[in-house]
């Protein structure tokens, strides 16, 4: 028995792989409502259906590998048809916040290479301003701490992320900073004012990146919005 918040992932996960063509490479998002678009993938390359993947994480590739969703490269392939990947939230202008998993480098490396993105999530995660959620930022471990430092002067609270007492590390080998910023009014803002500062690779800040955004209800029921 699903609960209800996996039932709103699998039906905006599911509804997103509607949009897939044959003969398209298509960017394999990472997390929980990812993880059912690539599921619904993989059923399609099992039917037969010219898909290839560019997984965004090395779990999503694993998952790709394991449905037997052939997978290509950067080395291959310059540009993606498509991509479809989760979000932390979604708002109304359609700004994303990623990052929550942790893959927020190579998420925003796919979907920048891909003509369409995809955000796909539960209606609970899309909100009027973003900034609940803490915004996800990639450092370099060196001199984390004063890129640490440097962060709370932008007026959000910084929390190193650690898995198990053990400082998370992402699949580029970097640190995650969670900031607590309370209100983001404007996004282009801060992602800027952060990439500003030496050490951070990448913040989660999508700003107008999503062309099209899959909201999927408690109910099973999905809305599409469209920039
Ligand atoms: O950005 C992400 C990973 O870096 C995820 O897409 C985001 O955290 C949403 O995850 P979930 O679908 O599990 O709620």
Partial sequence: MQDQITIAKKAAGEKAAEF??????????????????IQKIG???????DIKGIATSEASAQLAKELGIPLTSFAETQRLDMDIDGADEVSERLDVIKG?????????IVAFHSKQLIIIADEHKYVPTLGNFPLAVEVIPFGWEVTNSKLQTLGCVPTLRKKQ????????????????????????????ALHNIPGI?????????????????EDGSTKVLQR
């Fill in 43 to 49: 059923a399609m390359v099992q039917q037969g259906l």
């Fill in 165 to 192: 007492q053990e400082i998370f590390i992402t699949d580029n080998g970097n640190y995650i900073i969670d900031c607590a910023f309370g209100k983001i009014e404007n996004p282009q803002q801060v992602h800027n």
């Fill in 100 to 108: 929550g998993g942790g893959a927020l480098l190579r998420e925003k």
């Fill in 20 to 37: 897939i063509r044959p003969g398209m490479v298509v960017g394999l998002g990472t997390g929980s409502t990812a993880y059912w678009a």
């Fill in 201 to 217: 690779v990448e913040t989660g800040l999508f700003v107008q990146m999503a062309h099209t955004v899959v909201l999927g209800y």
